[in-house]
């Protein structure tokens, strides 16, 4: 069974219901789990999570993960991504110099993309085609800026709220056949996905799940 997202995001007592799907050992399996686990990290450690009353129970239960030895190459892989950037306004007010965390976007598109296809078969009842495309935008900052126009995308759809203040979600069918996903972590992270029916795909939606980007720390 593959909980979606992680049950490790939710505090304690878990949510009942909460969205899972059955899973063979391709789809759910260590490298899942490692992905699971980098997902959690990523977005406790954001700056608009951090802090959060909600979010206490499950950065306790990371760092206490990160101190198991078997941990070490995890932990030193986190470490490696850590920096320093100056942080300015829209208008280029200088705010400082910020400690920031370098996302492996691949990593985090690839888990994205897994949890929206898991919430399309909990939510629908039926599995998606494999021949169906994701494109995922996993970049919270990005999706800050344009909250406005993500807010009046999903004006007026309900909301499924599965534990409040750590994880709801949302969906909205296009005419076209795509259907968009918003998941949204701490009321703080979110993340959108939308599927493509064969064939209506942008062509360059590989090229989009390249790189890394860098979000602001505490």
């Given at each position: 069974m593959d909980h979606?997202?992680?049950?490790?995001?939710?505090a304690r007592p878990l949510p009942h219901p909460r969205p899972s799907v059955p899973a063979c050992?391709?789809?759910?399996?260590?490298?899942?789990?490692?992905?699971?686990?980098?997902?959690?990290?990523?977005?406790?450690?954001?700056?608009?999570?951090?802090g959060l009353p909600q979010a206490q129970q499950q950065l306790a239960?990371?760092?206490?993960?990160?101190?198991?030895?078997?941990q070490q190459k995890y932990r030193a892989a986190m470490t490696r991504r850590l920096g320093?950037?100056?942080?300015?306004?829209?208008?280029?007010?200088?705010?400082?110099?910020?400690?920031?965390?370098?996302?492996?976007?691949?990593?985090?598109?690839?888990?994205?993309?897994?949890y929206v296809r898991g919430l399309h078969s909990y939510a629908l009842g039926t599995r998606l085609p494999e021949d169906w495309s994701v494109l995922c935008m996993v970049k919270p900052d990005f999706l800050h800026?344009?909250?406005?126009?993500?807010?009046?995308?999903?004006?007026?759809?309900?909301?499924?709220?599965?534990?409040?203040?750590?994880?709801?979600y949302s969906?909205?069918?296009?005419?076209?056949?795509r259907s968009v996903w918003l998941l949204v972590f701490f009321d703080a992270y979110p993340i959108i996905g939308v599927l493509y029916p064969p064939g209506?795909?942008?062509?360059?939606?590989?090229?989009?799940?390249?790189?890394?980007?860098?979000?602001?720390?505490?």
């Open positions: 979606i997202p992680p049950e490790t995001i939710y050992r391709r789809c759910h399996n260590v490298q899942t789990s490692r992905d699971d686990q980098h997902f959690r990290d990523t977005v406790l450690n954001y700056f608009r999570v951090t239960a990371m760092l206490r993960g990160l101190k198991d030895p078997q320093k950037a100056e942080l300015r306004t829209p208008s280029g007010l200088y705010l400082g110099r910020r400690t920031t965390y370098k996302m492996d976007v691949p990593r985090l598109d690839r888990t994205g993309r897994r800026a344009y909250v406005a126009h993500v807010g009046l995308l999903f004006n007026g759809r309900p909301r499924v709220v599965v534990q409040s203040e750590v994880f709801w969906w909205l069918q296009l005419d076209d056949g209506a795909a942008p062509a360059d939606v590989a090229s989009r799940r390249d790189g890394v980007a860098s979000i602001i720390l505490l």
